[in-house]
């Protein structure tokens, strides 16, 4: 068969209706999300709401009798401990950090993602080697200061600027913009 004609009869294909919510369904979705996800609580109560409405638009419910549901299936989750928000924001801070996050960046990822802003204070607070090493990743990523290929001192400012709006401090982007580079020249080599 030609691959017009299957993607035609995909396109002709009505799309499915969304399924009735019972508790029974809601405890499933949440299951399945977090086999594929970690989540806070917070974020999954936003995906199975965001479920429930879909469903009720569809069959014509009010999505205010299912809240009893979503309390329950969400409570019974973090009790199991599938959802815990401080395991997640550790995880995830960890990971941005990483990846050259300043701690201003990570907190305001975390509180995006429905963790208390006092739990993602707490994860994504850095001492200053980390902010440094976060910092020195990001310039490496972005080709800033020692890793630009251009004229350095022509593109100082843009560069320190470009630093303070990843939430950078003013002392660390000049730490990083007027270093050598090479203090950590193994950080990107496979070992």
């Given at each position: 068969m030609a691959e017009g004609d299957d993607r035609?009869?995909?396109?002709?294909?009505?799309?499915?209706?969304?399924?009735?919510?019972?508790?029974?369904?809601?405890?499933?979705?949440a299951m399945h999300y977090l086999e594929r996800y970690s989540a806070p609580a917070a974020q999954l109560r936003r995906v199975l709401a965001r479920k429930i409405a879909l469903s009720c638009r569809h069959h014509g419910e009010d999505p205010a009798m299912h809240a009893a549901a979503l309390d329950d299936v969400v409570s019974r989750c973090i009790r199991s401990g599938l959802v815990d928000d401080q395991r997640f924001a550790e995880a995830r801070a960890a990971t941005?950090?990483?990846?050259?996050?300043?701690?201003?960046?990570?907190?305001?990822?975390?509180?995006?993602?429905?963790?208390?802003?006092?739990?993602?204070?707490?994860?994504?607070?850095?001492?200053?080697?980390?902010?440094?090493?976060?910092?020195?990743?990001?310039?490496?990523?972005?080709?800033?200061?020692?890793?630009?290929?251009?004229?350095?001192t022509a593109s100082r400012q843009k560069d320190l600027a470009a630093l303070a709006r990843a939430g950078f401090s003013i002392t660390v982007a000049r730490a990083v913009i007027d270093g050598a580079g090479d203090e950590d020249a193994n950080d990107g080599a496979l070992i």
């Open positions: 035609r009869r995909r396109e002709a294909r009505p799309a499915r209706a969304p399924r009735r919510i019972t508790p029974d369904y809601l405890q499933r979705a941005l950090r990483r990846r050259g996050r300043s701690a201003r960046a990570v907190a305001a990822s975390l509180t995006a993602k429905g963790v208390g802003r006092e739990l993602a204070q707490q994860a994504s607070s850095a001492g200053d080697d980390e902010e440094l090493a976060a910092a020195r990743k990001a310039a490496r990523r972005k080709r800033l200061g020692p890793w630009s290929r251009a004229d350095r």
